[in-house]
């Protein structure tokens, strides 16, 4: 691999002006694509083959509702002594409805007075507005009109909020991101010393996320994608794209330092530095595929589009870096060095030497207050529960929110979050049967109310609503619908036949959160297999994975601990702003998994390998050490404190998926980085000696040679690679030959 790569990096740093216009040419194709071909997000999540959406599918079979049916509550309040059955605000609210149903694409309006939604003590009703399409269909004259409509109400002195998905749209980014862009560009420029290799893992970044962007554009025409699935690809292909950038930089300035030419140069840094690039990418990425074994829908998408974006950054690292390396020249090294060829020699010893021989020297101490401290962090997620959001956690000065808060104080919190039952019997026999499971519910704890129920033409299908105690997210109404669909048998028994099942927006939410769960360990353990596999192919050890495996799960507990402590405790939340505690998203921590697993191992084989290389040559076991942590030290040290940055920057996005995630990875990569590969690793490599290396013979034998650390490109091996090349220039000069 590192033979093919090291052709590629000579082959784009020779050929620049072709490389470059061959990106500029892509990004304008899928630019023009993105234009013609994008459509709309689509926030709605589905869980086809579940009991809740094939009872969704009969709702709008028999009833024209269903998951393609979008609606919206428009909440009215009035403060004082004032009623809602008073004169002037009954008439008021009366000719907002009238505007409400002659809004666009509206099918349908109840009437608060009419439906009786006026809360005992006059002073909170609501109205709900029904469209014949889902969410995403809703379109923006629409949903203007329904904001419009509230006008009459309000000039009553009449408060009106709105709560359901046509309310909401896609958040803005927060200017708070572009603080993680700066503060990575400050690191970078400390790190280099110079203002164009600092910007150029910068542009690269940019440039990756734009074609990442644009391809989630074009999918958006073909596949239903969320609306944060964009923040989530920023967020990573930014980090991933600035960091892939400053390993290959930082050893394409090494190599310049020690004589080589820039072409031999961009080779050789691509050839080694990008095998790593290669490796961390590709374990990314399959992490982030590897989300479709959870089988929904939504997380396929979103998982797809994020390992796209990871691709795109790990393609330009390889070949649009190189060639802009060619236009930069000599101008990436500091203006000490431009002229001479030598590295001068350092007045004190480097920070990771210092570093590594601490470590190394007190290595029992170090290993265990650094494994204590990690768990310490970890103790919270032993409390962990998972949900998908809903109005009450987002944002208190957002509509959705402040409806949500006046619908619960004057109906009860499980007024938010309600249950459709759909019962199916014979022909003519749904009427008996529906109310024979109207009384079994009913008679249930943490049920406030069993509607009358709605019965098909045919007499076969029946449905009605369950309001209960608890709001959408709370562990009572969790067990409140495990309850109701425990009368299955009976009602079967009872009414010869009849079958029963639980559904709406929240039995979704909750089906949608337990498959997560229940996936959460399988995933784990395939991300774990595959992590073993990989690093004792790259490593060639049996010891080495399973330390580094050992400090992947370190890093998920502590991640997984600080999340559950911040978002869902509340503690220390004013680090995160305006959030308010509530479960964890569900898909946050099988994400989390994904995306940490790829960073991690991106630190790990940058570190070790050179710990590896030094090892092979003949050096001491805790000599390999401190030489390889002396050269990776200052640049992991640096890629951390980027990606911790740009991770950071995304904190005070006003999405709550978003912001969570941010702080999860951010926290996840400065314990990964700076704690479990600097410290724990250094003192496990120690502790184990020689036998960190040891494979067995038959295995050895088996095992295909990566070649990751590019020992094949010794003086003597890119000699034979450039005589080859000068002997057969059209065979070997095409990067893919």
């Known amino acids: ?118 809360a005992p003590d006059g002073r909170t009703g609501y109205a709900t507005v029904t469209y014949p399409v889902g969410p995403a269909e809703v379109d923006l004259a629409s949903r203007e009109a329904l904001l419009a409509a509230a006008e009459p109400a309000r000039a009553a002195g009449v ?7 046509v309310t909401e749209t896609a958040e803005a980014s927060s200017a708070a991101e572009a603080v993680g862009i700066v503060v990575a560009g400050i690191v970078l420029l400390i790190t280099f010393g110079s203002l164009v290799a600092a910007g150029l893992p910068l542009l690269t970044a940019f440039i990756g996320v734009g074609v990442g962007l644009l391809g989630i554009g074009i999918a958006t025409g073909f596949v239903d994608l969320a609306s944060n699935t964009s923040g ?104 000490s060095l431009r002229k001479g060829t030598g590295r001068p020699e350092p007045t004190r010893t480097p920070y990771g030497e210092r570093w590594a021989r601490g470590v190394v020297r007190h290595r029992v101490p170090v290993l265990i207050l650094s494994v204590l401290a990690v768990g310490v962090v970890a103790i919270p997620a032993l409390d962990l529960r998972l949900a998908l959001p809903d109005a009450g956690t987002a944002s208190p000065d957002t509509t959705q929110r402040k409806a949500y808060d006046q619908l619960a104080a004057a109906f009860g919190a499980g007024v938010n979050g309600p249950l459709l039952i759909v019962v199916e019997a014979g022909p003519g026999g749904a009427e008996a049967a529906v109310e024979r499971a109207r009384r079994l519910i ?203 940055s740009v991770f950071a920057g995304f904190i005070l996005s006003p999405d709550r998926i978003i912001t969570s995630l941010g702080f999860t990875l951010a926290i996840g990569v400065a314990v990964d980085a700076l704690l479990v590969r600097m410290t724990i690793v250094p003192a496990a490599l120690s502790l184990l000696g020689r036998s960190a290396w040891w494979l067995p013979t038959w295995l050895d034998r088996i095992l295909p040679s990566l070649d990751v650390e590019g020992d094949r490109l010794t003086d003597s091996g890119a000699n034979t690679i450039r005589h080859a090349e000068s002997a057969h220039p059209a065979e070997v000069r095409m990067p893919l030959g």
């Open 1 to 118: 691999m590192a033979t093919l790569l090291y052709r590629l990096g000579r082959f784009s740093f020779r050929r620049r002006r072709l490389t470059l216009i061959l990106w500029v040419l892509l990004l304008a194709l899928i630019g023009l694509g993105s234009a013609r071909l994008s459509g709309p997000t689509n926030d709605a999540l589905s869980i086809p083959g579940t009991e809740s959406w094939r009872a969704m599918d009969v709702l709008a079979e028999e009833f024209g509702t269903g998951t393609d049916t979008a609606t919206a509550r428009v909440v009215f309040t009035v403060s004082g002594d004032a009623v809602l059955t008073g004169a002037d605000q009954r008439a008021a609210v009366t000719a907002t409805v009238a505007e409400l149903r002659a809004a666009p694409q509206v099918t349908s309006v109840a009437d608060p007075y009419q439906a009786q939604t006026i």
């Open 159 to 165: 408060g009106v909020e709105y709560a359901g998905e």
């Open 232 to 335: 989530l690809a920023t967020m990573l292909g930014l980090a991933v794209g600035i960091d892939y950038a400053l390993f290959i930089l930082s050893r394409y300035r090494h190599e310049l330092t020690t004589g080589q030419d820039g072409e031999q140069a961009a080779g050789r840094a691509v050839g080694t530095a990008g095998s790593a690039v290669v490796f961390a990418g590709l374990t990314v990425i399959i992490a982030l595929v590897a989300l479709t074994v959870v089988g929904l829908p939504f997380l396929t998408a979103m998982g797809l589009a994020a390992a796209g974006t990871v691709a795109v950054a790990v393609m330009i690292s390889l070949s649009l870096l190189p060639a802009l390396l060619g236009f930069a020249g000599r101008r990436v090294l500091p203006r």
């Open 442 to 644: 009913a008679g249930l704890d943490d049920v406030v109310a069993a509607t009358p129920a709605t019965v098909n033409a045919a007499g076969d299908v029946a449905t009605f609503t369950v309001v209960p105690a608890a709001g959408p997210t709370g562990e009572q109404t969790k067990t409140l619908v495990r309850q109701i669909r425990d009368q299955q048998a009976d009602l079967t028994a009872a009414t010869d036949g009849a079958t029963l099942a639980v559904t709406g927006r929240t039995a979704i939410d909750i089906d949608i959160s337990q498959k997560i769960s229940d996936a959460l360990l399988p995933y784990l353990a395939v991300v774990v297999g595959l992590a073993l596999l990989l690093l004792i192919l790259v490593f060639r050890s049996i010891l080495v994975p399973i330390k580094a495996i050992g400090g992947f799960l370190l890093s998920v507990a502590a991640s997984f601990g600080a999340l559950v402590l911040v978002f869902q405790q509340g503690q220390l939340a004013d680090l995160v702003g305006p959030q308010v505690p509530g479960p964890v998203v569900s898909f946050i921590p099988i994400f989390l998994i994904g995306i940490l697993f790829g960073l991690a191992m991106d630190y790990e084989v940058f570190l070790v390998t050179r710990v590896r290389e030094e090892f092979a040559r003949g050096a001491a076991p805790n000599d390999a050490i401190v030489v390889g942590f002396t050269h990776g030290a200052r640049v992991v040290t640096a890629a951390a404190l980027i990606m911790i």
